[in-house]
């Protein structure tokens, strides 16, 4: 089958992809992989036949605010590239797997005559059981029925999108659409590409869905002597090791913050690992023995399982491997579905409730001693890291690539198991 392969976004949204990729080719499938010029060298060093997108957004994004409001105006301005881009691959190609930021998608597959798999990092699908992950103030709880909140996105939703859209399905002589966030969950197999141990589903979603798990890729290219260096630093002495990172996201508190957070480590004799990212977090500080600064890329797979807690930004894959690790996690959200998580990571008991990226250094300190002092912080993690390691993500979503149920809505956790 030929396939084409559609993500932009962070590294969390488009590492899954590149390994999903890998996996098709391996099992004979021909793979064109659409991705941000960010991620070239990625996509050269793994092997996968790929295009880059024209309008290089992402670069933009890392040099800009990445606030909820700039996020929306940055999906709004990709949709023309997506029309222009995607028609003639996705002619070549028998299906077409896209993350629903790519909001032409639905409409270009629609356009192509081909079937198409919108691929979720959360529970991004209206309904009537959990909220939208991307409205940050929500308890689990809220008090305004999920349905109505989901009405309220969709209606942000259309105002920044819907005119867009429109335009170019009239070109096509394609009918209107009426409410985006109705269409493209309705003209699409939903996968959800997250834990439903780690995640919420909601069994009455009125559309097609599946979910199968993170899609871990563990196969990126990674400096084994800096490797060797981090882990002889974490295996010098028994005292407990923290890693901190915001990943790709940036804060006008970033820097501050991961002062405090150096100061109570040092101060208290622990060791902390600070991924520095995209905005090079923590580079500024005084590099002692009990700090490391990692400045370059190492899988979260090769370092989580030696550290005793992880502190970070509550992106989706983030979350997923601090899990699977079987480590305690605190989050500080900053934007998007990182409230979400860092939601579930209390609900679940893996660690205190979320921060501020600007709490004080008082109340850091106490959160951190709970992080890793509580006791059932580390029973509820270890007992989840063996359901997620169990998963298998991206076989799941391989196997239901090749066999997915037709026809009605509806849908199901995808090679559960059973641990």
Not at 50 to 74: C, H, N, R, S
Request: aromatic fraction near 10%; proline fraction near 8%.
């Amino acid at each position: 089958m030929n396939i084409l392969l559609v993500t932009r976004g962070s590294q969390g949204d488009v590492y899954p992809y590149l390994g999903l990729g890998t996996a098709l080719m391996k099992q004979g499938h021909t793979i064109t992989l659409s991705l941000p010029r960010l991620f070239e060298r990625h996509a050269q060093d793994a092997g996968i036949p790929y295009v880059l997108q024209a309008f290089d957004d992402i670069a933009g994004m890392v040099e800009g605010k990445p606030d909820t409001k700039a996020l929306l105006e940055w999906t709004n301005r990709v949709i023309q590239s997506q029309f222009e881009e995607l028609p003639p691959l996705l002619d070549k190609h028998d299906l077409l797997i896209a993350a629903n930021t790519e909001f032409a998608a639905p409409s270009v597959a629609e356009w192509c005559g081909k079937p198409i798999f919108r691929t979720a990092y959360g529970p991004f699908i209206p309904g009537k059981k959990i909220p939208p992950p991307v409205m940050p103030w929500l308890k689990p709880k809220p008090w305004i029925p999920p349905a109505l909140l989901w009405k309220a996105l969709n209606a942000g939703l259309n105002l920044m999108c819907r005119k867009t859209l429109n335009t170019h399905r009239a070109a096509r002589n394609m009918p209107l659409i009426a409410d985006q966030g109705e269409h493209a969950p309705a003209n699409a197999v939903n996968y959800l590409m997250y834990s439903s141990f780690l995640g919420e589903i909601d069994p009455q979603w009125k559309y097609r869905w599946a979910i199968g798990g993170y899609c871990f890729n563990d196969n990126l290219p990674y400096n084994q002597g800096l490797l060797d260096e981090l882990l002889a630093f974490i295996k010098k002495d028994d005292k407990p090791t923290i890693f901190f990172t915001l990943g790709s996201c940036n804060a006008a508190q970033r820097d501050k913050f991961a002062q405090k957070l150096f100061a109570i480590c040092r101060e208290r004799g622990y060791k902390l690992v600070v991924g520095c990212g995209w905005w090079k977090v923590g580079s500024h500080l005084h590099k002692e023995g009990n700090l490391f600064l990692l400045d370059q890329v190492i899988p979260h797979c090769r370092v989580f399982p030696f550290c005793d807690a992880i502190i970070h930004h509550g992106g989706s894959g983030t979350t997923h491997s601090a899990a699977r690790a079987g480590k305690p996690q605190m989050v500080a959200p900053l934007l998007i579905d990182q409230h979400y998580w860092g939601q579930r990571v209390t609900g679940l008991g893996l660690g205190p409730s979320s921060i501020r990226i600007t709490i004080s250094k008082g109340a850091l300190e106490g959160k951190i001693r709970d992080l890793l002092d509580n006791p059932a912080y580390k029973t509820n993690a270890s007992t989840l890291g063996e359901k997620i390691r169990a998963e298998r993500g991206i076989e799941n979503f391989l196997e239901y690539i090749a066999a997915p149920p037709g026809g009605t809505p509806g849908g199901k956790p995808v090679g559960r198991s059973p641990v």
